[in-house]
């Protein structure tokens, strides 16, 4: 079994993009992704609520549309404190089964709080848009993109809370985010995004455990599978990033 824990559906005139939908369900045949968690986040600037809730309705109609496969992730913008706290209330009711945020704010900006202790109370995951990146360029687009040191702190300040650090293979230095890790033990980092560096998962599983990381494509279905098998670690590690770490998340949800 199989479960990406970082996946995307997008928006197409207003509206779920459907065949982008069909697209992701077949790739996941392809290569027994058996259910994908996905969100709909707006990148760029501040986005206002009501497009944030056309996000998240994208998703609920990828839900309704693949029940058995989609599970949502509820995208909000802390610094809307009540309209975000409203808005993981809707898309829970609706099923979803996390909060996915991106980059508007460091995740450990208070900003963040009062999302974070929602997400405690819920029982349910963090998951941010992450990345040490190196290059000036992309680090002035993204200049409040959350690393390894923003999500210990916050683990520290936060303990019980469930957080995902996206994308170790999103770019950028993803051995100094994992060092940064090493102490967070309440912290996942999910292994998608498209660099497929030799050693990279070993890396991980040494410096963090296997039961730490969260098998992830983020959009990069074959190198997001393939990275994973071929790791050298055991049957036991690959079983456990691949489905039974995001099960124990799940577990820890709430009964609504």
């Not at 802390?78 to 099923?95: K, N, T, V």
């Amino acid at each position: 079994m199989r479960l990406d824990a970082h996946s995307h559906v997008r928006i197409k005139d207003g509206r779920l993009d459907v065949d982008h939908c069909h697209s992701l369900i077949d790739a996941g045949d392809r290569l027994s992704i058996d259910q994908m968690w996905c969100s709909c986040p707006a990148s760029q600037g501040m986005p206002e609520p009501d497009q944030i809730r056309l996000g998240n309705d994208v998703v609920i109609e990828a839900m309704r549309l693949y029940p058995d496969r989609i599970r949502g992730q509820c995208f909000v913008v802390p610094g809307w404190y009540r309209e975000s706290l409203a808005e993981i209330d809707r898309c829970l009711g609706e099923g979803m089964i996390g909060i996915k945020l991106y980059n508007q704010y460091f995740i450990n900006d208070p900003a963040v709080f009062p999302v974070i202790e929602k997400a405690i109370e819920e029982g349910i995951p963090v998951l941010d848009h992450a990345g040490h990146l190196m290059d000036a360029p992309t680090r002035l687009s993204q200049p409040r993109i959350s690393d390894g040191v923003h999500f210990a702190d916050l683990a520290r300040r936060y303990p019980e809370a469930t957080l995902i650090m996206g994308h170790i293979g999103g770019g950028g230095d993803y051995e100094w985010s994992l060092q940064a890790l090493a102490d967070a033990p309440t912290v996942f980092a999910d292994t998608s995004g498209s660099v497929i560096d030799e050693g990279m998962i070993e890396y991980a599983v040494r410096l963090l455990g296997a039961k730490r990381l969260l098998f992830a494509c983020d959009l990069s279905e074959e190198a997001g599978v393939g990275k994973i098998l071929g790791a050298d670690i055991t049957e036991a590690q690959r079983q456990a990033i691949f489905w039974d770490n995001a099960q124990t998340i799940l577990a820890r949800r709430r009964a609504r």
